[in-house]
């Protein structure tokens, strides 16, 4: 199983960013898919996370101007990204929780990061 990102690039502030993640490999089992950042000279963080019931959950830094949604069928998690600013940028990792096959664990998967740069 693999995760493979798209949608990054160069936006200015005010614009708008879509990025997607599959998962590939036919993973068995999916419990939840998100998104989380690494602002240049700091941690990773959370950005948002949806489960495959569509619970969602998000950083209050971008709540309101991000929005993420599953595709069950597809084994894909989008991000909509509205209202950029230039603190949002850094690379943004996908992140899923995943039983690649019956009778095996959960386990965690990361793609392998796309760059978002908001200019002002």
């Known amino acids: 199983v693999q995760l493979q990102a798209s949608g990054g690039g160069l936006v200015q502030a005010g614009g708008a960013l879509r990025l997607s993640c599959a998962a590939s490999?036919?993973?068995?089992?999916?419990?939840?898919m998100g998104w989380y950042r690494q602002p240049p000279g700091n941690q990773r963080e959370l950005v948002a996370i949806?489960?495959?019931?569509?619970?969602?959950n998000y950083a209050a830094s971008v709540k309101g101007r991000f929005t993420i949604s599953i595709d069950n069928a597809k084994n894909t998690v989008n991000l909509q990204m509205n209202s950029l600013k230039p603190e949002d940028t850094a690379v943004y990792y996908c992140?899923?929780?995943?039983?690649?096959?019956?009778?095996?664990?959960?386990?965690?998967?990361w793609g392998p990061g796309t760059q978002v740069t908001v200019s002002s």
């Open positions: 992140h899923a929780r995943i039983r690649p096959r019956a009778g095996i664990a959960y386990s965690d998967y």
């Open positions: 490999g036919s993973p068995f089992s999916i419990n939840a």
């Open positions: 949806i489960t495959s019931g569509g619970t969602t």
